[in-house]
């Protein structure tokens, strides 16, 4: 009786207001857009909330009726059930909560580890921060991949695409990025849209096996997922990313791919018969995407100094760059990093065109060290792809022209890379700095990885080398001499060392042939003194 | 084909009599879509000029003044005894309820 009391006693002190709803009611339901009469209230992109626990979202507000696109199983709804606005926006839980688990569009987990209460909740859509809120790009972001950070290099708060065919390994680079960023404060985002089940738990299970998880949130919007969820997913990866953000930290956002997001509009704007126009996109494709990526900042002190960096994938159909929608991410972008299949196929992996490939932040997003090595790393492996066209030929060529292929074939060497396995700035600064000083021109092309193997095993002994690097971040008298006292004592081969030995006998034979063309060691690349052979 | 379906500002039963059969008869392309959109326009205008009252007793209204205030022309009153106590009026595709089951709903909103 006491009970029943304080209930009757909770609902006659609680406060009740009749306030009006704006309704409406389905005249057309299919593939998951909705058509509704009323909603005269209904705001565009207001929340809609219909029978069984379903939203959906209002995007076209017509003269007649409204298109609502529906979140969840639209199934449940039929012909003539009211629907009611709620007056709010789509909004996206957003906290440290998030990180390491995976989440649907909406913020639902997927992975079965348990509900999720979000503290905080920040809106999908949003206007980007403005120019005076943030600063110039100039802290790198490190991908842990040699041919990218060197060449190509990507600051926080950058927005670097990563175009190319199918399965030239995109995704691979942004895993290796993701998994690189472990132990630097940066929080990633890895949203999938439109792949396949099975590929997204390959990606969460790679992640897991190298305890990249710890620091990284999964959205997934895979294929069997509606349009509707598929266009949302990587505005609440955006969402998530912006919370980071705004604490002051800096977070990583992987759109994997964006070709996949615009066919999903394209499929919703479709539905809701607006005007289709080139390849039949909607008329906004190019904000569909421009307003996603403008969300990427880096913001300034007085706001915070967090950042928000955007890895967005577009595949490309045989190499195609200038299709409609790479055309459209290519010139929203701070730089491109393209995948060639003839390289991927060639072995060379990751299989990036250095020549085509830019980042527009370039030396900007750099530490002085890295500038140091790759400097003209760029340029001699564009002199090294011309004069390897020529020398196909077969004609004779001169001494100079010869030692050029050959500088360039171990460059190309040195900048192959396997998969999942990032290498720390350190590291690559000291096998860049061998390679552009000549350590390897006497090693054979196929014993350069192991010798490569070899330097980064003697750098991990050399405490105080790394430890100057690290601190230093540029390679300045002391760290050149520790260099060429480290690398020098390694050409002495040990026992049982047999790239040791195929260097000292390669470094024999080499100058047993070419007396006359002695390579002076140094650390601007060499200034050669050869003597011509004829 | 809705404006001219108006007469001082409401839905006219002959003017829209005349209207459809002018409209039928010329067979114009997307003719049905053509009716299904007025069909939805005249709906809404309708909805518009009526109030519907639904409540378990039939409450007492000064009924010049409610329709006055609203800008409707009539008052439908429904008995609904599933109701069990307060009202709920529709006017257009507006709702105010304050009922049992939306006092219900706004505490489960809360909690």
């Known amino acids: ?534 | 084909m809705y404006k001219n379906s108006l007469k001082n500002g409401a839905v006219d039963a002959k003017l829209v009599g005349k209207i459809l059969k002018k409209v039928t008869g010329q067979k114009a392309y997307g003719l049905s879509k053509i009716l299904i959109v007025y069909k939805n326009l005249i709906a809404q205008k309708i909805a518009k000029e009526e109030i519907l009252v639904e409540a378990s007793t039939l409450p007492q209204l000064d009924k010049s003044a409610f329709l006055k205030k609203t800008g409707a022309k009539r008052i439908v009153f429904k008995k609904n005894s599933d109701l069990v106590f307060g009202a709920k009026i529709k006017h257009g595709d507006w709702v105010w309820e304050e009922t049992l089951d939306s006092r219900l709903e706004q505490i489960k909103n809360r909690s």
């Open chain 1, 1 to 534: 009786m006491n009970i029943l009391e304080d209930i009757e006693k909770q609902i006659d002190q609680a406060k009740f207001s009749a306030a009006p709803k704006n309704v409406g009611k389905i005249i057309e339901i299919g593939d998951g857009v909705a058509r509704v009469s009323g909603l005269s209230d209904v705001s565009a992109s207001e929340i809609v909330s219909f029978a069984h626990g379903i939203t959906g979202l209002a995007l076209n507000l017509e003269e007649d009726s409204v298109g609502v696109i529906i979140f969840g199983d639209w199934s449940k709804l039929k012909e003539g059930d009211e629907c009611q606005t709620t007056g709010k926006t789509l909004e996206i839980p957003v906290g440290e909560n998030l990180i390491g688990r995976v989440l649907d569009a909406l913020g639902k987990p997927l992975d079965g580890k348990g509900a999720i209460s979000a503290k905080k909740y920040y809106p999908a859509e949003k206007i980007a921060p403005g120019v005076i809120l943030r600063q110039s790009v100039n802290t790198p972001l490190q991908t842990g991949l040699k041919a990218i950070d060197s060449m190509i290099p990507i600051g926080r708060g950058q927005r670097e695409l990563i175009i190319g065919d199918r399965s030239l390994g995109k995704t691979a680079i942004c895993l290796d990025t993701i998994i690189n960023q472990k132990g630097k404060s940066v929080i990633c985002i890895y949203v999938a849209i439109g792949q396949k089940t099975s590929k997204i738990a390959q990606v969460v299970d790679t992640l897991e096996r190298h305890k990249a998880m710890d620091h990284t949130i999964v959205v997934a919007a895979s294929a069997s997922d509606s349009a509707t969820m598929q266009y949302l997913a990587p505005y609440a990866g955006c969402a998530m990313g912006e919370y980071f953000m705004d604490q002051g930290k800096d977070a990583l956002v992987v759109y994997d791919d964006l070709t996949k997001h615009a066919w999903a509009y394209r499929q919703i704007s479709l539905l809701l018969k607006r005007p289709s126009g080139r390849e039949a996109y909607p008329g906004d494709i190019f904000y569909l995407h421009s307003r996603l990526l403008e969300r990427a900042a880096r913001m300034n002190d007085k706001n915070g100094g967090g950042s928000l960096t955007a890895l967005p994938i577009i595949e490309t159909q045989a190499g195609d760059v200038s299709a409609y929608i790479p055309t459209n991410i290519i010139s929203i972008t701070d730089g491109q990093i393209f995948l060639e299949a003839d390289s991927f196929y060639a072995g060379i992996r990751p299989a990036v065109n250095p020549g085509i490939s830019v980042s527009r932040v370039g030396g900007a997003a750099q530490t002085k060290m890295m500038k140091q090595v790759a400097g003209t790393l760029r340029l001699d492996l564009a002199q090294y792809r011309e004069l390897a066209t020529f020398a196909q030929f077969g004609s004779d060529l001169d001494e100079t022209t010869l030692k050029r292929l050959e500088r360039g074939r171990r460059i190309v060497e040195v900048l192959k890379q396997p998969q999942l396995s990032p290498m720390d700035i350190a590291s690559q600064v000291v096998v860049l700095w061998a390679v552009q000083n000549g350590y390897f021109d006497s090693v054979p092309v196929a014993d350069v990885a192991k010798y490569e193997t070899k330097i980064l095993n003697l750098l991990a002994t050399n405490k105080k080398l790394r430890d100057h690097l690290e601190d230093k971040k540029e390679i300045d008298d002391f760290a050149e001499k520790e260099l060429a006292k480290m690398l020098s004592k390694n050409s002495t081969p040990s026992a049982g060392d047999s790239s040791g030995k195929a260097l000292d006998s390669a470094q024999t034979k080499s100058s047993s042939k070419n007396k006359s063309a002695r390579v002076k060691k140094s650390s601007t690349g060499g200034r050669e003194r050869t003597g011509r052979t004829r």
